[in-house]
């Protein structure tokens, strides 16, 4: 009794430590011009995949951070993510070369349209609340775990 007990022990104490793995993303803080958010990093194809989505909030000057090889034209879309997002892509000058709003629950592809080594989620309206448009520059991007 107390051998079954000890294993199902330490199978529910791995399995929780493999959920919280699996969730817990490294953060970076971003500065554009005079403001500054946090963003989760999606690093591999499977975060990039999962990115924001079944998520029910987004916190203020939050968002995520989608890492791409040079020369990347991805394309973006919000099947299953429930929060309304706002896209900035990111070229290998840390230019932002394109901001576009995307609605929740929705198939809609949201394309680069040219190369780009970044991609930042955050909550719709963020960049224009902020007085962020194209063509402005990423300062800084810095590991904070």
């Known amino acids: ?65 989608f890492l791409f090889e040079d020369g990347s034209t991805p394309c973006f879309w919000m099947k299953d993510t429930k929060i309304p997002l706002s896209i900035a892509f990111i070229n290998k000058e840390n230019i932002i070369v394109k901001i576009e709003d995307m609605q929740p629950l929705t198939e809609n592809e949201h394309c680069s349209g040219s190369p780009i080594v970044l991609g930042l989620e955050v909550n719709q309206g963020w960049f224009k609340e902020n007085n962020i448009k194209a063509g402005d520059k990423i300062i800084s991007i810095k590991r904070i775990n």
């Not at 946090?38 to 079944?54: K, N, P, R, S």
């Open 1 to 65: 009794m107390i051998k079954e007990f000890i294993k199902i022990l330490i199978f529910v104490f791995l399995f929780i430590n493999y959920s919280i793995a699996q969730t817990s993303l490294s953060k970076v803080k971003i500065e554009i011009g005079s403001k500054t958010l946090i963003a989760e990093i999606a690093e591999t194809d499977e975060e990039q995949e999962e990115g924001l989505m079944h998520r029910d909030t987004l916190a203020k000057d939050h968002g995520m951070l």
